[in-house]
């Protein structure tokens, strides 16, 4: 069983940065950050594999966030830079103990574990 708890989300203004921080007990092999807007699918934001460290990126993501994790705490952050309106949703970390390919671990469903999200809004 693994348990997530996210923090960190807020309001900033266009170009801000922000670090989300998503706390977790017991064992997975994927972490993942996913993002909802209002009236929009759950959508992929960054993906980090626990033995390998591959990570991967959304391409709307690329170069702006990066996700990282600090192995004591068993905490996975996620830094948020050059922020955008369209940045705006509210922000979940997944977690899967199951094995994902590259075309699966991009997929919310496949994702057993889920915290409760933090809102994040990017507006001036």
């Known amino acids: 069983q693994v348990q997530l708890a996210e923090s960190g989300g807020g309001l900033v203004q266009p170009g801000d940065s922000l670090r989300l921080s998503c706390a977790s007990s017991g064992h997975w092999y994927y972490m993942a950050w996913f993002r909802q807007a209002p009236g929009k699918a759950r959508e992929f934001v960054v993906a980090l594999t626990r033995n390998t460290d591959n990570i991967f990126y959304a391409n709307s993501v690329k170069g702006r966030f990066t996700i990282s994790r600090d192995n004591p705490s068993n905490t996975v952050y996620l830094q948020m830079n050059s922020l955008k309106p369209e940045d705006t949703a509210v922000y979940y970390c997944?977690?899967?103990?199951?094995?994902?390919?590259?075309?699966?671990?991009?997929?919310?469903?496949?994702?057993?574990?889920w915290g409760q999200g933090t809102q994040v809004t990017v507006s001036s």
């Open positions: 997944a977690a899967s103990d199951s094995i994902l390919s590259k075309l699966t671990i991009t997929t919310a469903q496949r994702y057993e574990y």
